[in-house]
């Protein structure tokens, strides 16, 4: 008899580390997810039916504690905000300013990323696509967990319209030069600023805690900003 091959497992760009909820986030998870999350989806997601209306829609992949994707969605209230995130403490937090701001502009899904833009988003359905400081996982025998990679490009260049913008940010000076590398030998992506150039931070992006206090480490911060072709 043959050996049955174990069944092929994607390697992950995050650690599931749940964390402690405090009573307030787990109190806003459990009032608010009916209004703001969006459970497993079983076929594409309909952005306009989930959001009520057929504003743009920004995704940002791994929103953290959601201070930065909340202060973003208050500012432009013209445009949706879907974010993904798998850590339940900062889900819990990101409702609990939601709710107590009473955004509408805003949806939530606890997931991983990769298995929604691969299976639950339609193609050019996104204005917008943000990643704001994803694990660097510095050590090289790691660096093939990096969420970035081809593969998660070419998925993005699917889901954005033409004209939509593709916006990361890193505080990791290796990760960014190997997004830089990755983006610029990408099909159907242009540099908002140049070959090779690395872009301002621009106002639409909040500065948050973490990075205040990487800058006074003197710590540098690059982002990239490119547009869909």
Not at 3 to 18: A, D, K, N
Not at 47 to 63: R, S
Not at 66 to 75: E, I, K, T, V, Y
């Amino acid at each position: 008899m043959s050996e049955q091959q174990p069944p092929h497992r994607p390697i992950r760009s995050f650690v599931l580390r749940e964390g402690r909820m405090t009573e307030g986030q787990q109190r806003a998870f459990d009032r608010h997810w009916s209004r703001f999350g969006i459970s497993q989806p079983e076929g594409k997601l309909d952005l306009p039916m989930l959001f009520g209306n057929d504003n743009p829609v920004i995704l940002e992949i791994g929103f953290g504690n959601g201070d930065s994707l909340f202060q973003m969605a208050q500012n432009r209230p013209g445009y949706n905000y879907l974010g993904i995130e798998v850590h339940r403490p900062g889900v819990g937090h990101l409702m609990l300013r939601l709710a107590e701001g009473n955004l509408a502009n805003v949806r939530v899904i606890r997931h991983d990323a990769m298995e929604i833009l691969r299976h639950h988003l339609a193609d050019n359905s996104l204005t917008g696509l943000q990643l704001f400081f994803p694990d660097p996982w510095h050590k090289k025998r790691h660096h093939k967990r990096r969420i970035v990679r081809p593969e998660l490009i070419e998925m993005l260049r699917g889901c954005l319209r033409e004209g939509g913008f593709l916006h990361m940010a890193t505080d990791w000076e290796h990760y960014a030069k190997q997004m830089m590398a990755d983006l610029s030998d990408a099909e159907g992506f242009k540099n908002s600023t140049g070959t090779g150039n690395f872009s301002p931070r621009p106002d639409t992006r909040p500065i948050t805690k973490f990075e205040r206090r990487g800058e006074r480490l003197g710590h540098g911060v690059w982002d990239l900003i490119f547009i869909r072709q």
